[in-house]
């Protein structure tokens, strides 16, 4: 006859083998993201990069968009990571600093990982009632605290120069959100490498765009837009 206590030992072990299978499925879907791109990935690939079938996959998301939405919490706690360091490291903590190298440190890693950008863009499309239907609340809950999380670190910066009279804004939060949707949109550019412009009224004409480019761009507009 069961006691509570092995009922719990039981219900126990059941949920680390669940939190395990859906940490190897995360695994798997990031690196098919970062070989293939998040188009090309598909939830039969998942399932064998797994060694499962893909009904397997059903019982841990409630979908593709929970698990693409999920495996992007994955890479925004490696950013939040990295831009934790990088804003710990600005040695005489001055604001402008701070800024500067917060969003020098997003444009590299969007360049290391150009799955992050585009699951970002793919997630930042659907409007928030949308996502709620196909995914669950705890998962947008992860979601949405994977993006606070990096956001604090660049609004932290921003608050820090206009307390010190550096910069002149009124929300940081929207400053900060602002940044993060550009600075999408511009690693996209960097990834394509070129840009349109007309070579005389009417004629359009394609020139080069570099990576270094977009990140002095972005830390340009960084700045004068808290400023």
Known sequence: MSTPASTDRRRSAALARRRKREQEILAATRALFDERGVRDAQIEDVARAVGVNRAIIYRHFTGKEELFA???????????????????????????????????????????????????????????????????ESALFRLGRGIAGCL???????????????????????????????GLGALQLARVGMLVKEAAPGVPMVAPLSAQQVKDHLVRSALALAR
Not at 92 to 101: E, L
């Open 70 to 136: 999920l495996t992007l919490v994955g890479y925004l706690d490696d950013l939040h990571s990295r831009l934790t360091g990088t804003a710990s490291g600005v040695e005489d903590g001055d604001p402008v600093s701070r800024v500067r190298a917060i969003t020098e440190a997003f444009v590299d890693f969007g360049l290391e990982f150009p799955a992050f950008v585009d699951c970002a863009q793919t997630l930042m499309r659907r409007p928030g009632p949308e996502l709620l239907e196909e995914i669950s």
């Open 152 to 182: 604090s670190v660049l609004s932290a910066a921003l608050r820090a120069g206009v307390d010190a009279g550096e910069f002149a804004i009124d929300d940081v939060d929207l400053v900060a959100n602002t940044l993060y949707a550009t």
